[in-house]
């Protein structure tokens, strides 16, 4: 098995998918993980296109199949080796919705905010107010509807920790890089302190980042994804192939 990514959010998804598998007593198989610079663009060759045509990390390549999107590699994993990260009978139910609403609702959503908040230097601050309102408008009412699981159980699905909390909380957990205030839903804050003492999900944060930066990045490294988010999110990469 090989695994493209790099250390972003949805790289880090996979990465504690991974770990939380061998944390569970799953004997993976040896598992190649390819770091992909996307400052330098390597999202964009063809060799990258061939096993993700949409041009993102991660990917996950095992034989002959490849994986693009991150919900669908946690899905596979969960699938192939299962364990109580999603249940095998009826109840996945309570748990498959909220990993797509994730991917489909939380991930933009936060992403957006981030862009705007941290990334797009060259774009005039007026042109910056209508998104920054809008995204973090909704980044708020989604922080709402999480608070709400949380009101009724200790991870987002239930009692027990699934691939939903895996793919909510490698965003959730950068609420201060995107200036998304979470610390008016206490429960919140529990959740992103219950995750984050989870063994597996610290090896996996720890993937390709120096141990002393898992949890704050030194200045340096702030100044260094604030240049590469802004050639990554800009429309200039548009005229690429
Ligand atoms: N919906 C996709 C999003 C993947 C995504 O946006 N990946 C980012 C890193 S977090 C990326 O590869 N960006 C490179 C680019 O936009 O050029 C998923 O969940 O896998």
């Not at 998104?131 to 009692?159: W, Y």
């Not at 930066?213 to 999110?233: N, P």
Request: charged share 25%; hydrophobic share 35%.
């Amino acid at each position: 098995m090989q695994l493209w990514t790099s250390p972003t959010p949805n790289g880090w998804k996979v990465n504690i998918m991974l770990e939380e598998l061998i944390e569970a007593g799953v004997d993976l198989p040896d598992i190649k993980v390819k770091s992909i610079n996307l400052q330098k663009g390597e999202q964009f060759t063809e060799k990258f296109i061939k096993h993700n045509p949409n041009q993102k990390i991660p990917v996950l390549i095992d034989g002959e199949t490849s994986i693009m999107e991150s919900g669908a590699i946690l899905q596979y994993l969960a699938e192939k080796y299962p364990t109580s990260l999603l249940p095998n009978d009826h109840s996945k139910w309570e748990v498959l919705p909220w990993l797509y609403w994730q991917v489909a609702n939380l991930g933009p959503v936060f992403g957006n905010k981030l862009s705007y908040t941290r990334y797009m230097d060259d774009i005039d601050e007026s042109l910056k107010s209508h998104p920054l309102e809008r995204f973090g408008t909704e980044a708020n009412r989604l922080l709402k509807v999480m608070d709400g699981q949380l009101s009724k159980h200790k991870f987002i699905c239930s009692n027990n920790f699934t691939i939903a909390d895996i793919a909510i909380y490698p965003w959730v957990r950068g609420w201060k890089w995107s200036k998304i205030n979470i610390t008016k839903y206490p429960q919140i804050v529990d959740w992103v302190e219950r995750v984050r003492s989870r063994p597996a999900v610290g090896r996996g944060l720890a993937y390709g980042v120096p141990k002393e930066e898992i949890d704050q990045w030194s200045e340096e490294r702030k100044a260094q994804y604030a240049s590469s988010g802004s050639t990554i999110a800009s429309n200039k990469n548009l005229d690429r192939n």
